[in-house]
């Protein structure tokens, strides 16, 4: 049966699978984002279309009221002065919509590390969002905790072209998971689709785990450039590569904080994998799908 779903953060690469895999299996989908031409494209592919400012509570509420469930997410904010005052901010206007919409259902797009409350650099914002649904009287609502997403090593396009390696503060050996946000669209897609329990959690992790090193080594195959070396950064260099590269203070100082306690081990890295929890996109493929193209693309040759 048809379904009613509203869709938050719309534009962004899992917003916009998520919009097109409902549009396919023939449901009703609202996109909510900023105005843009990617929220024009979803326009065209069949979406009811609505810009506006997550931080609108009136706005929100009215979108929200009458959909049968929601996908609902903080859209990242890398340059606001405090980042994680402005996930607060969102998060405080989308349950207050939603208390007020008397939404069903929902899926929150939240992160790994997202039950810890400190140590996780911006995913410390995720762990209060989840306790903000979580006490939502009437909603039932389903946490996505993915793993660091593959599309992160895109940040590398540049560094390739102008330094001839990747690199970052992470360590260049230590593995971790990975997953491609195609990958969180199609778990938060069957969700939506087929329900879940109240107050549920799910990782989303990847096939496996794999290091810096291991990106490197895929993603040098697919641009044809095998011997790809990925170098890592002191953390002071990888933080001013951040600013320079146009993050906020805040964020960057989020990242880093996030990298250390990565390196050390201390969060995120050894979630067990399960059945449930893994996912396809191996590095390789997401090297060829998307890396590749984004390269060629950012190179001025033909995609």
Do not use: W
């Amino acid at each position: 049966m048809a379904k009613h779903f509203v869709i938050t953060g719309a534009t962004g690469n899992i917003g916009t699978a998520l919009v097109h895999e409902l549009l396919g299996q023939g449901h009703k989908v609202t996109a909510v984002a900023r105005a843009s031409a990617r929220l024009d494209a979803l326009a065209q592919a069949g979406a009811t279309t609505r810009p506006g400012n997550l931080h609108d509570v009136a706005f929100l509420t009215e979108v929200l009221r009458g959909a049968d469930a929601a996908f609902l997410m903080i859209p990242p904010n890398p340059t606001a002065p405090d980042v994680l005052a402005h996930m607060q901010q969102v998060g405080q206007a989308m349950t207050e919509a939603v208390r007020a919409a008397g939404l069903a259902q929902a899926v929150h797009l939240s992160s790994i590390g997202a039950d810890l409350p400190a140590g996780t650099g911006p995913v410390v914002g995720l762990y209060h969002q989840e306790a903000r649904l979580n006490a939502v009287e009437g909603l039932a609502v389903a946490h996505l905790r993915p793993a660091y997403f593959m599309e992160n090593l895109l940040a590398n396009v540049g560094l390739i072209q102008h330094m001839g390696s990747m690199g970052s503060g992470m360590s260049p050996d230590l593995a971790f998971p990975m997953v491609a946000t195609r990958d969180i669209a199609a778990k938060a897609a069957g969700l939506l689709q087929h329900g879940f329990e109240a107050g549920s959690v799910h990782y989303i992790l990847g096939p496996q785990n794999y290091s810096m090193q291991d990106a490197a080594r895929a993603i040098g195959a697919a641009i044809g450039r095998p011997e790809l070396p990925y170098v890592q950064f002191p953390y002071a260099d990888a933080k001013q590569g951040m600013i320079g590269a146009g993050l906020s203070e805040s964020m960057a100082s989020l990242y880093d904080e996030m990298t250390r306690n990565m390196n050390e081990e201390k969060v995120m890295v050894h979630e067990s994998r399960t059945a449930e929890s893994s996912s396809s996109t191996t590095m390789s493929e997401f090297a060829g799908a998307v890396f590749a193209p984004a390269f060629q693309g950012a190179a001025g040759r033909p995609v």
